[in-house]
C-alpha cells in the first residue's frame, strides 16, 4: 500500500472577513493539516504518488462566528483533499 503521508513545504492561509478571530487560525491551520493527513490516509490506495509545486486551494465557505475551530478545520481539509486529488 503506497505511503499517503503528505508534506507541505509552505502554507498561507488567509482569513476574509475573521476580525476578532485572528486568534483561532494557527490552530484551525494545525487542525486543518492534521484531517488531510487522515482523509490522505483513508484514501491511500486510491492515489497516486506524485508531488505538486503549487497547490491553490479556493476560498472556503465558514462561518467562524457559528463553527468551532475543529469544524471549520474539516471542512478545510475536505478542500485541501480535493485540490491534492486534482493535482495528482
Do not use: C, K, W
Not at 486568534?23 to 493527513?37: E, G, K, P, W, Y
Not at 467562524?64 to 486534482?86: F, G, H, I, Q, W
Request: charged share 20%; aromatic share 4%.
Amino acid at each position: 500500500m503506497p505511503d499517503p503521508t503528505v508534506q507541505f513545504g509552505e502554507v498561507h492561509v488567509s482569513l476574509a472577513n475573521g476580525r476578532g478571530h485572528e486568534h483561532r487560525a494557527a490552530n484551525i491551520s494545525r487542525l486543518t493539516f492534521d484531517h488531510v493527513q487522515r482523509l490522505m490516509a483513508a484514501g491511500g490506495a486510491s492515489l497516486r504518488p506524485g508531488a505538486v509545486d503549487h497547490l491553490r486551494v479556493g476560498p472556503v465557505p465558514v462561518s467562524l462566528a457559528d463553527m468551532d475551530d475543529n469544524e471549520v478545520a474539516r471542512a478545510s481539509a475536505a478542500e485541501v483533499y480535493r485540490a491534492v486529488l486534482r493535482a495528482l
